[in-house]
């Protein structure tokens, strides 16, 4: 019976083979371990391995927030905090502070929409509402002015361009809803700079 084991099995070598490489720069084929060998051959090569690292840590990860180009200054925050407390001045001045109050509200205005366009235009959260809906009121109210100025009366200049709202309205959330489907998928999918 142990003999008919003993041919059953192959004979294992008995030598010790070496251990695998535990870390990336004692591997032989790793990219690490060919930037080791040319960091030790080449002087220009810490100084790219350097640049490299920084672009990394520049660029915002697939789950954070977009960075706006004007970063580390909160401009867009600060534009909406400045235009908030200005609104809330404007209100409480009464007739006397409609300027301040519509200074205030544009302020907001703006610091919201590129805040919400950067959001948007680069995949990190959709916003295809919003960004339709605005364009939608500026064409709404030319055309209804435009039409009360006309003769119309003023409900029918109100009611008037709501057909031509609903499909520019139709027309900007399927473009937009594909840019932000487009954008978000680069961002998930696009390769990220080595550390």
Known sequence: MTA?????????SRKRRPAAAS???????????ADSGRALGEPGERAR???RRERARDQPAADERPRPPWYPLPLSELLILVGAIGTVIGFSRGAGGRPLLFAGVGA?????IEFA??????????HTILLAFIPVVAVHTVLAVALALGGLPATAAALGPLVVDVALFALLFKLLRTRFLDARRERRFAPRPRP
């Open 117 to 126: 366009v950067r959001e948007h235009l680069q995949g990190y959260r959709s």
């Open 108 to 112: 907001v205005a703006l610091g919201t």
């Open 49 to 51: 391995r350097a640049s």
């Open 23 to 33: 870390t990336p720069e004692q591997r032989p084929g790793s990219l690490e371990a």
């Open 4 to 12: 008919s084991r003993s041919r059953g099995r192959r004979g294992r």
